[in-house]
């Protein structure tokens, strides 16, 4: 029972996800974001920090997991709270809009 | 298909939220590995540390944010206070109505200004040489040119030849100012009151005759002009007439008027004589005034011819050393008026001009 829900559930993940894809919402949110990002200063911010991570680990030995490893905590706190709210209520509507099919 | 049948209305709100946060969360790791790519990118081709630069230069270059600077930090609207001298009148002139200025000031377009600024100065020069009248700096300054330009020149000698015997207010002389240069001809009566030249080039050999028996004739190193004045012309001296004269006519030629004009019948030809005659002449002179030339010439062809030309110039040339005042005016009048000296000027030069 529990393994059907959870089954079930995972399935509704897919199917969200399938739906973002094929309407090409996921693509209008991705572009959204990263408008949002640069024009708040985001990406300045987070590259000043990966300024300071590189020239920490040398610059010959930096590879994209540490990369990633350092930046992502990084830029999700850095993230405005005005973006994450639009960002959210986009996606709150889109959920809306096809939960009623 | 299958998301049909279980749709999301089964959903409660708190799992729809969920699944937006988990969603959102998503979006950003996505940014973020993008921009992970990004960077990994530009430091393993080089390019990640281009744009640094030392702190230093940084300031040098920061935006200005002030009140009346630009963002280089300079004052935008210096150029609207710059001034500028005009070369002409040498006025300084704001920057921004300099070109105009200089259209005016020099006279392109329309003369305007050029003409006035001519008549403005012309008018200062009447006024000063009429307040300074015993100038005589014009006497005894050979750079005088043909057509002079300068009208109050041409007027300060016209004062100079007349002034004692005349109100500088009397008709006579406000008539002979308003004679432009060009307008004299040669055989006008006052023309050695106009201190120009005329060019001996262009003339025949008649002329030339004819102008050396009535005129100075000397010829101006200045100007190349020959000088129409009298033929006792102060500016010029017997010798250089009698130079000018050997040039054109030959060495026969010599000063036939001035002979003549000396030697009349009020004395003979005895150097003692002479000298009486002359010192009488110095007497007078001051007072009588000066011949018009063509009464001059007249007599030169009635006396002259007979004369002792050596004898003559022998005195006229002690005259011309001795005598310092009475050069200047009137020798032919002085034999006429001898018996009235002082009297008789202005009439006759009245009876000229009319």
Known sequence: ?101 | MKMEDMSLSGLDNSKLEAIAQELYADLVEDSCLGFCFEVHRAVKCGYFFLDDTDPDSMKDFEIVDQPGLDIFGQVFNQWKSKECVCPNCSRSIAASRFAPHLEKCLGMGRNSSRIANRRIANSNNMNKSESDQEDNDDINDNDWSYGSEKKAKKRKSDKLWYLPFQNPNSPRRSKSLKHKNGELSNSDPFKYNNSTGISYETLGPEELRSLLTTQCGVISEHTKKMCTRSLRCPQHTDEQRRTVRIYFLGPSAVLPEVESSLDNDSFDMTDSQALISRLQWDGSSDLSPSDSGSSKTSENQGWGLGTNSSESRKTKKKKSHLSLVGTASGLGSNKKKKPKPPAPPTPSIYDDIN
């Open chain 1, 1 to 101: 029972m529990v393994v059907s829900k959870m089954n079930k559930d995972a399935q509704m993940r897919a199917a969200i996800n399938q739906k973002l894809i094929e309407t090409g919402e996921r693509e209008r949110l991705k572009e959204l974001l990263r408008a949002k990002l640069i024009e708040c200063g985001w990406k300045d911010q987070l590259k000043a920090h990966c300024k300071e991570v590189i020239k920490e680990k040398g610059l010959e030995h930096v590879t994209v997991d540490d990369l990633v490893a350092e930046i992502t905590p990084k830029g999700r706190a850095l993230v405005p709270d005005s973006v994450k709210k639009e960002l959210l209520q986009r996606i709150r509507t889109f959920l809306a809009q096809h939960a009623s099919l």
